[in-house]
């Protein structure tokens, strides 16, 4: 976002917010029933506009730079590589609620092989969006399908929605589970049955 003149700054070296972001969180305050002019919310409309920059610091991640650097290299392993119980934490794109949870990522290599970092690299990428928990799947699921060129990938994704737990239907202690399977895991009831069992090992 382009910083402005009138951006009002709190905090020397703090990134500028722009009066209008700011005069909408102010706004926001006073529907949710508060004064933003009492001492304890002053700076609190520029907190709250550089927090929701760094929740939504995946709209500067291209996720594909993560698998830029792969590997011929696999020592003669070529069976499953799974990235297990990756914590995230997202927000849902219809009430900018959190979404906590955890994913797990396997691939079963091609040619390639990727530093295991780089997987969790992707997942934060996108989760670092406003998101529904679906479409995070896939999109991690068809970037490592389309850059490490594995033969096949999956993940799925456990997490809790703040919409339903602070608000709405306010049921608490629910996860939702997603899964994405791609190339022999979709294919191929065997591997996908390995996978599943070293997901859920
Ligand atoms: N499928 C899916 N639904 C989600 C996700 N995150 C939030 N939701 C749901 O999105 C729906 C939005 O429903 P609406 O009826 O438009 O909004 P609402 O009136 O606030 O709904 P309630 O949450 O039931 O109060 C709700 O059912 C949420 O639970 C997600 O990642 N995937
Ligand atoms: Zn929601």
Redesign the pocket.
């Given at each position: 976002m382009a910083c402005d003149l009138d951006a009002e700054t709190v905090g020397e070296g703090k990134e500028p917010v722009p009066a209008d972001v700011s005069d909408a969180i102010r706004t926001l305050i006073r529907w949710a029933g508060d004064a933003p002019e009492r001492e304890g919310l002053l700076e609190t409309p520029e907190r709250v506009a550089r927090a929701w920059r760094e929740y939504c610091r995946g709209y500067n991640d291209d996720p594909a730079y993560h698998l830029s650097r792969i590997f011929h290299e696999v020592g003669g392993y070529d069976d499953i590589v799974l990235l297990k119980d990756i914590p995230f934490q997202s927000h849902?794109e219809?009430?900018m609620a959190p979404?906590v949870g955890k994913a797990h990522i396997a691939y079963l290599p091609g040619d390639y092989v990727v530093g295991i970092s780089k997987l969790a690299r992707v997942l934060h990428a996108f989760a670092n969006r406003l998101?529904?928990?679906?479409r995070l799947t896939s999109e991690v699921a068809n970037c490592i399908q389309e850059h490490l060129k594995p033969q096949g990938v999956a993940v799925v994704i456990e997490a809790t929605?703040g919409?339903?737990t602070g608000r709405?239907?306010r049921t608490p202690n629910v996860i939702?589970k997603t899964s994405r399977m791609l190339g022999v895991f979709r294919d191929d009831e065997k591997s996908r049955e390995e996978v599943l069992k070293l997901i859920s090992a």
């Open positions: 849902c219809h009430h979404i998101q529904v928990q679906e929605h919409c339903m709405g239907v939702m």
